[in-house]
Nanobody, 126 residues
């Protein structure tokens, strides 16, 4: 099991930027794909971005492509989400997640992620 702690959420105006960070501990971070998901009230958790264990392959939801960038630092045990050109519809609780299995194929499916952080609120005002 890995423990994940997100930080960096907050309130920002539309068009602004925020950087979310997730610190991992408890197992070999560098062997696991990582992902960011978000949830708004009344909706299921939705995929935002994912990155493979080595950081080579990245995958983004169409709604954030070109605006968000996922990255990781395996030496530090962190994964980040740089969010630019934020829109009010990006308002959500953002969750960091670690894949269930090491060295797995990249996935957008919540079922393929076994460890989750507590979430951090991002609010974008219009």
């Amino acid at each position: 099991q890995v423990q994940l702690v997100e930080s960096g959420g907050g309130l920002v105006q539309a068009g602004g930027s925020l950087r979310l960070s997730c610190a991992a501990s408890g197992r070999t971070f560098s062997s696991y794909n990582m992902g960011w998901f978000r949830r708004t009230p009344g909706k299921d958790r939705e995929f935002v971005a994912a990155i493979t264990w080595g950081g080579v392959i990245k995958n983004y939801a169409d709604s954030v492509k070109g605006r968000f960038t996922i990255s990781r630092d395996n030496a530090q045990g962190t994964v980040s989400l740089q969010m630019n050109s934020l829109k009010p519809e990006d308002t959500a609780i953002y969750y960091c997640a670690a894949a269930m299995s090491p060295y797995s194929a990249i996935s957008r499916n919540t079922d393929d992620f076994g460890s989750w952080g507590q979430g951090t609120q991002v609010t974008v005002s219009s």
